[in-house]
């Protein structure tokens, strides 16, 4: 069906003799939802654009409901453990919709906090819920709807294919959704009930090693762990690799390519942030972080370096919710030139058999992929750093659950072998050594992170969820020796525009050269350089 202009699906409900399913669940509530707010009323799901699975009654004991609070997903800066919170006194919340307070109207599909939400806390819920949609079905929706565009003439109803001329499909994933591509091909989706290929090619982008929660009972794939929030999650589980190798604890070789006829080709592409958020690390690295793997020939992993998950063009730097939720200003710089050079050498692959790029990555055999609390930061930058990250492990959720399926038993999961999620090495400026380096990263003004620090108003010291920093550098020496900033001032680099400008053009010419930018992206993005110039 089609609502607002957007092809949706309406999934079944699980029935269990012919009855809708029952089963316990758990759900978090966290900065996500409140933003800079402490409400009183929450849908259960955490999200107002997320339906809620209904409580199977707004009686607490027969729900057999708890709720839990926390300060931190985490059990320190970087552990692998999920924390479950001290339990809240059954008497300070209800199954309730309270927008105004408490105690608000009874309801099955809100819950209500008597003194509110603490926007520096995050909590679980975990009651017994009903109404489960067989989500797992969206693998086979996305198989369906782009093989018949690809392979048929007409659809059930007689009407005619509007793409009949489509000689090959590259299908593209940017976060959620590039998780949901790793775990469509994992599941074998990739080839139709025709045994014919689905896509031929595939970017996947700001995934890092997750696959997605979804072919689950009672599945929730809007969750994104961060290392401050929704760690419960089963994401990370084997296989993290595109290539086959021996689970290690199965016994057995599994991979996200087993079908060498129907596997596409991949551009694997992250951003920095993906390294701290998304344990990046682990799609190319071991478990214990000590040595690179090989890839299979049909994958190629490119770090953009210093960026940070998702921003648009031209957009303003912020500092989070209300302004005031994380430490630095956030990181404005902007990847697409970057990305759609990349997807163009794709296509050149998939369509044309061009010999792709080489992947460009941080490894440990180099050193530029290195453990957080031993790398080198600029003495600005380090001062209220502690080498937070989304800590990684392998974690047991029951014996239902196998394959990235099933159904989740342990809603707050033991860690039965713990992962090194590690991160690229910095330069002098505290950017990212390897990757493709945008112009504005090997020529800077300022420093470009993928991680930013909350403040304390919301939980100071994790990371600020998905936000990237920007440091600007200091104008002289003397500025810098007062700030306390170890990096190169402005005036040191750049004794005048024309300096930079000349740096900026060579910088875009060696992208050019490597097939890593467009030639019209760099002329654009020259020109607008050049025409700073009157504002210096």
Request: proline share 6%; with cysteine; charged share 20%.
């Amino acid at each position: 069906m089609c609502i607002r202009d957007r092809l949706v699906v309406d999934f079944p409900t699980a029935l269990e003799n012919d009855k809708p399913v029952t089963g316990f669940i758990l759900t978090e509530f966290n900065g996500k939802s409140f933003e800079d707010q402490n409400p009183y009323t929450l849908p259960l799901s955490g999200r107002d654009f997320v339906k809620s699975f209904p409580t199977i009654s707004t009686d607490q004991e027969t729900a057999k409901a708890s709720l839990f609070v926390m300060e931190s997903g985490s059990t320190d800066a970087s552990s692998s453990g999920v924390r479950k919170g001290e339990a809240v006194p059954a008497d300070q919340w209800q199954f309730a919709h309270c927008p105004d307070g408490w105690p608000g109207e009874p309801s099955l599909t809100f819950i209500c906090v008597k003194n509110g939400f603490l926007k520096n806390r995050n909590y679980h819920l975990i009651y017994q819920a009903v109404d489960s949609p067989v989500m797992g079905l969206g693998l086979a929706t996305t198989r369906d709807f782009i093989s018949h565009l690809r392979h048929e003439n007409k659809d059930s109803l007689g009407n005619q294919n509007p793409t009949p001329d489509i000689k090959h499909v590259i299908c593209q994933g940017i976060g959620q959704a590039a998780k949901y591509l790793r775990d469509f091909l994992y599941q074998g989706f990739n080839v139709d009930l025709n045994n014919q290929k689905v896509c031929d090619g595939m970017n996947i982008h700001a995934a890092g090693v997750e696959k997605t929660y979804l072919n689950y009972r009672f599945s929730q794939p809007y969750r994104v762990s961060t290392q401050h929030s929704e760690r419960f999650i089963p994401d990370v589980n084997f296989p993290r690799q595109y290539s086959v190798r021996v689970n290690p604890f199965l016994k057995f070789p599994d991979g996200i390519l087993k079908k060498p006829a129907f596997d596409p080709y991949i551009f694997h592409t992250d951003t920095s942030t993906q390294y701290w958020q998304s344990r990046a690390s682990l799609v190319s690295s071991s478990e214990g972080g000590t040595m690179d793997f090989s890839e299979s020939s049909r994958v190629r992993k490119f770090l953009i370096s210093g960026a940070e998950s998702y921003n648009r063009f031209n957009s303003l730097a912020h500092n989070g919710y209300g302004e005031r939720q994380c430490f630095f200003p956030s990181n404005n710089l902007h990847i697409g030139a970057l990305m759609r050079a990349l997807f163009s050498n794709l296509e050149e692959w998939v369509a044309d058999g061009e010999l792709p790029l080489d992947s460009i990555y941080p490894k440990i055999y180099d050193e530029t992929l290195v453990e957080a609390s031993s790398m080198f930061l600029p003495s600005l930058i380090k001062e209220n750093f502690r080498a937070a990250l989304n800590g990684s492990g392998d974690m047991e959720f029951g014996s239902r659950v196998k394959f990235n399926r099933g159904v989740v038993d342990l809603l707050v999961p033991e860690v039965i072998a713990n992962h090194k999620v590690l991160v690229p090495a910095v330069d002098q400026f505290g950017h990212d050594i390897a990757g493709v380096r945008h112009p504005h990263i090997e020529v800077p003004m300022g420093t470009h992170l993928g991680w930013n620090l909350r403040t304390t108003e919301f939980g100071g010291g994790d990371l600020c969820d998905e936000n990237g920093s920007f440091i600007p550098l200091s104008l002289d020496d003397s500025a810098a020796i007062a700030a306390n900033d170890s990096r190169p001032s402005l005036l040191s680099i750049y004794p005048d525009y024309m300096t930079y400008v000349q740096k900026v053009r060579e910088a875009t010419e060696a992208l050019v050269s490597q097939k890593l930018l467009l030639q019209k992206d760099a002329d654009i993005l020259l020109e607008k350089v050049v025409q700073n110039m009157s504002m210096h």
